[in-house]
């Protein structure tokens, strides 16, 4: 059975940062690229950022460009968001998914529970 | 890059059938076949019911469906049933190599 367990959420100050972490199991992990998806309260799904499965290639969308970065352990089974300098938008429920694909393209078929990542002075 | 255009909601009537649109450019939805659909009930993670424009994942009900014409996608839900009351996000891949969502839709269930 496919897992994915998101960790690392909590109240950040402005300007501060985070790690956000997404624990994978029950797939080849190096098989997948994997995604970074979030909901800000009360509003829809935005895409952040994916990375593909021997992770070499991450893509961004423009509004963390420069200030987040993707990354992943296959030995570890694990993907990571760093959020820096982090605004008062910032703040979501964060969601990591298993995309179809090694690479990109296909849609994102199993997705974990979500964390909450709260950004307030 | 601005988010796809859907209807901020539909409603029918159970056993009917109703259809929800997403609205792209030629840079995402009309560029490529990868769009994709998700359902998302209250306080849950989404769901993978569409991708590629037109599959269903194992497990999804064939109730479901979907296309694309040009720069515009839709789902259809036939046979309308209590538990597909929702929001339903569309997804697209970008010539930028990013993805983008749409507003949503919620779906109501009369």
């Known amino acids: 059975e496919v897992q994915l367990v998101e960790s690392g959420g909590g109240l950040v100050q402005p300007g501060g940062s985070l790690r956000l972490s997404c624990a994978a199991s029950?797939?080849?992990?190096?098989?997948?690229?994997m995604t970074w998806v979030r909901q800000a309260p009360g509003k829809g799904l935005e895409w952040v950022s994916l990375i593909s499965g021997g992770g070499s290639s991450p893509y961004y969308s423009d509004s963390v460009k420069g200030r987040f970065t993707i990354s992943r352990d296959n030995s570890r089974n694990t993907l990571y968001l760093q959020v820096n300098s982090l605004r008062v938008e910032d703040t979501a429920v964060y969601y990591c998914?298993?995309?179809?694909?090694?690479?990109?393209?296909?849609?994102?078929?199993?997705w974990g529970q979500g964390v909450l990542l709260t950004v307030s002075s | 890059q601005s988010a796809l255009t859907q209807p901020a909601s539909v409603s029918g009537s159970p056993g009917q059938s109703i259809t929800i649109s997403c609205t792209g450019t030629?840079?995402?939805?009309?560029?490529?076949?990868?769009v994709s659909w998700y359902q998302q009930h209250p306080g849950k993670a989404p769901q993978l019911m569409i991708y590629?424009?037109?599959d269903r994942p194992s497990g999804v009900s064939n109730r479901f469906s979907a296309s694309k014409s040009g720069n515009t996608a839709s789902l259809t839900i036939s046979g309308l049933q209590a538990e597909d009351e929702a929001d339903y996000y569309c997804s697209s891949y970008t010539s930028s190599s990013t993805y983008v969502f749409g507003t949503g839709t919620k779906v109501t269930v009369l």
């Open positions: 030629s840079s995402d939805v009309g560029a490529y076949n990868y």
């Open positions: 998914a298993k995309a179809r694909n090694y690479y990109y393209g296909s849609g994102f078929d199993y």
């Open positions: 029950g797939f080849t992990f190096s098989n997948y690229a």
């Open positions: 590629d424009v037109t």
